[in-house]
């Protein structure tokens, strides 16, 4: 039976559908995958269905183009097998487009949307595993660091809402400049960052590490006619076997950084760093304990100039009372210090109790030059540099009654960053002196080529050269020497009135040791130096 044009595109419309649920439900049943070879057989096993249903539907509804019946079902074949083709190629597309977005939603789940930076879980899933490749096999240190970057919301609220988001951007990309690509960095929070180190060599270049993140993001950002200043806080943590969970270096890093942004420091490490040595991490400890709660004191011994038996300054050192009443000396702390990457924070502690000391001499016409002790490590302190010159640009008088003495503990491979500092200090009216001269083979180097006032030859030789005429040699031709270039020499370590005696007739300017008195508290100096303007004659 003919049936009309329209009746027949309807019933293959209806004959589509047919197919192409029949083929939807057969692609559930055997799980074909378009993107990969099944896709022709899926199209030759549909073709074959849909023939077979074509056929069916010729001779169940009459669909009749011509006479002959297989050209018929030819005909209507063909033209479902089309309709189907492109049913199979759409759903392959809207596949590939649900694996797309899904990947696409996975990676804005665990990245940034500002940045483009890994987020928080991401971050923490690096560093655990890569702490669990490396546990207890790896030479190296592997750190965090937490940037705290402060003043966001005041940006927003001063030049406007979104703001911020350009600055944390522009803080991503310095980030990136300042650290080597294989360095792991990750935005953490609204202003958070943090950095994962594997491959750190020695625990003090941290700060160099951390002085580059802030050089680079510290530069201010021009908005308009105006520079807008960025501050940055940085808290370390270094990875040790005592963390019960690996994702605790990531806390320690990031209580630091808040921790050095209320105190206003831009770097502090960790409470967590734990050295493998029973002594050590019992120094340990308790260094990390007297910096946290402040309880370092200041001891001063006096410095005596030879000609007149007079008080003329005095060298503060470093102590720590502990709880069975003994005290840690200078020395120790500031190795171990040293040796942690803690020593910034030891230096600022220092500096901020000496000028407390200080004004309180200088209230009081105590007119003395105090000497403190500073590592060649200890110059790369930016931060420590530009606390210096402010305190003594507002305190001018304060200059004149300091002495900073370079502890020989490297060599000198960074001499123009070690002249720059004291080039920048010393017109604020501070001296520096090397402290126990002779002792590396740096000490003629750093006479010749840095600023410096003063030489201390180190008790070894002073304590040996009454009886070592070897000793007596080199104390007396380093004399000699310092005053041709005319630069003071103090003696340490004496302890005779024999020795006293011969270092005056050498020449010798200054002398401290126990034969005068040993380091003793702020209040029984005062009482000394008193005394002393009439006891020596």
């Known amino acids: 039976m003919q049936v009309s044009t329209i009746a027949q595109f309807l019933f293959l419309a209806i004959n589509a559908g047919i197919s192409a649920y029949a083929f939807i439900r057969l692609r ?58 492109i049913i199979l190629l759409s759903t392959n597309v809207l596949v590939k487009d649900r694996e797309h977005f899904s990947q696409l939603e996975e990676i804005q789940r665990h990245h940034d949307s500002v940045t483009g930076l890994p987020k928080h879980a991401a971050f923490v899933d690096h560093v655990e595993k890569a702490l669990a ?81 802030i050089t680079q993001i510290k530069k201010p950002i021009q908005v308009e006619s105006e520079q807008m200043p960025i501050f940055p806080f940085i808290g370390i943590a270094f990875y040790n076997d005592n963390f019960q969970q690996p994702n605790e270096i990531v806390k320690y890093a990031q209580a630091a950084a808040l921790d050095a942004c209320d105190r206003g420091m831009e770097v502090i490490v960790a409470d967590n760093i734990i050295h493998a040595d029973k002594k050590d991490s019992e120094l340990l400890n308790v260094l990390q304990k007297g910096l946290k709660e402040r309880s370092f004191q200041l001891y001063y011994q006096p410095q005596v100039k030879i000609d007149s038996l007079k008080v003329i300054g005095a060298e503060a050192l470093i102590r720590l009372p502990t709880e069975d009443w003994m005290s840690i000396g200078g020395g120790e702390l500031i190795e171990l210090a040293e040796r942690n990457g803690m020593i910034h924070q030891l230096d600022m502690l220092v500096f901020e109790m000496l000028f407390e000391q200080i004004k309180e001499w200088v209230s009081k016409n105590i007119e003395i030059r105090v000497a403190v002790n500073m590592s060649i490590k200890s110059f790369k302190n930016h931060s420590l540099l530009d606390y210096l010159i402010e305190t003594l640009e507002e305190n001018p008088e304060w200059g004149r009654r300091l002495k900073i ?88 370590g004496v302890e005779s009135e024999e020795m006293l005696k011969l270092l005056r007739s050498w020449h010798c300017d200054q002398a401290q040791g126990f034969y005068f008195a040993q380091a003793m508290s702020a209040d029984k100096f005062e009482q000394f130096f008193e005394e002393s303007q009439t006891r020596w004659h």
């Open 133 to 213: 490749k490396t546990k207890g096999i790896s030479p190296y240190h592997p750190v965090v660091l937490v940037i705290l970057i402060s003043g966001l919301r005041q940006l927003d609220r001063r030049i406007g809402f979104g703001f911020s988001d350009f600055v944390i951007r522009t803080v991503a990309q310095r980030m990136h400049a300042a650290l080597r690509t294989t360095d792991y960095v990750a935005r953490l929070g609204e202003n958070i960052f943090a950095v994962y180190i594997q491959d750190l060599k020695d625990r003090g270049n941290i700060y160099t590490v951390s002085e580059n993140i």
């Open 405 to 492: 003495e370079i502890t020989e503990t490297a060599s000198l491979d960074n001499v123009k960053e070690l002249t720059s500092f004291m080039k920048q200090i010393a017109p604020k009216g501070v001296l520096f002196s090397i402290d126990d001269f002779g002792t590396r083979y740096s000490s003629m180097e750093y006479m010749q080529r840095l600023p410096v006032h003063e030489v201390k030859i180190d008790k070894s030789f002073i304590l040996s050269a009454i009886n070592d005429l070897s000793s007596e040699k080199i104390v007396r031709s380093v004399i000699q020497l310092a005053h041709g270039l005319e630069l003071s020499v103090t003696a340490e």
């Open 28 to 85: 559930s049943r055997v799980r074909l995958k378009y993107e990969s070879r099944y896709s022709l057989i899926a199209l030759l096993l549909c073709a074959f269905f849909i023939f077979l249903v074509s056929t069916l539907m010729v001779f169940l509804f009459g669909i009749v183009y011509t006479e002959n019946p297989f050209v018929n079902v030819y005909v209507v074949g063909t033209l479902l097998i089309l309709c189907s083709a």
